[in-house]
């Protein structure tokens, strides 16, 4: 299979995934967080994922490793906070968390270390499974 037909399957499950969370969402009625507000964090986390993975993927370039899979997951993580909020939001999400891992690892990608520990497990959560995340936000006190 080649890259485009494999990325349009992985868009097309995460927008099923997407629509499953809205209308999760839009059903339930009694969470400590509103509906809004936990589609509103989940976008930001989808979009300080795609940070992380644009960031982790430029640390790979940088040590000529191949980086194409690290860059796949930032895209779609950035179509992902799109889905649910905008092109404009994301992008101005994006560009502060950018700025916040650049600053945790003082510019520095031999500390990405940080980074994975940090970021790893729930950017993975976030892509696989984002209605675990959604009913993280929803249950959030």
Same mark, same amino acid.
């Given at each position: 299979?080649?890259? &485009? #037909?494999? $990325?349009?399957?992985?868009?097309?499950?995460?927008? +099923? +995934?997407?629509?499953?969370?809205?209308?999760?969402?839009?059903?339930?009625?009694?969470?400590?967080?509103?509906?809004? #507000? $936990?589609?509103?964090?989940?976008?930001? @986390?989808? &979009?300080?994922?795609?940070?992380?993975?644009?960031?982790?993927?430029?640390?790979?370039?940088?040590? @000529?490793? @191949?980086?194409?899979?690290?860059?796949?997951?930032?895209?779609? $993580?950035?179509?992902? &906070?799109?889905?649910?909020?905008?092109?404009?939001?994301?992008?101005?999400?994006?560009?502060?968390?950018?700025?916040?891992?650049?600053?945790?690892?003082?510019?520095?990608?031999?500390?990405?270390?940080?980074?994975?520990?940090?970021?790893?497990?729930?950017?993975?959560?976030?892509?696989?499974?984002?209605?675990?995340?959604?009913?993280?936000?929803?249950? +959030? +006190?």
């Amino acid at each position: 299979m080649n890259f &485009a #037909r494999k $990325a349009i399957i992985i868009i097309g499950e995460i927008m +099923k +995934k997407l629509l499953t969370i809205c209308l999760c969402t839009f059903s339930v009625l009694s969470h400590a967080y509103s509906s809004e #507000r $936990a589609i509103a964090n989940l976008s930001s @986390d989808y &979009a300080t994922c795609a940070a992380y993975y644009l960031f982790m993927a430029k640390g790979l370039e940088a040590s @000529d490793s @191949d980086s194409s899979q690290l860059t796949r997951m930032g895209i779609l $993580a950035f179509e992902g &906070a799109v889905m649910l909020s905008n092109k404009k939001v994301t992008k101005s999400r994006v560009k502060l968390s950018y700025q916040q891992l650049v600053e945790e690892t003082g510019s520095n990608f031999s500390n990405s270390a940080i980074l994975i520990e940090k970021y790893g497990l729930i950017c993975k959560s976030v892509l696989e499974n984002p209605e675990t995340r959604l009913n993280y936000w929803l249950n +959030k +006190k």
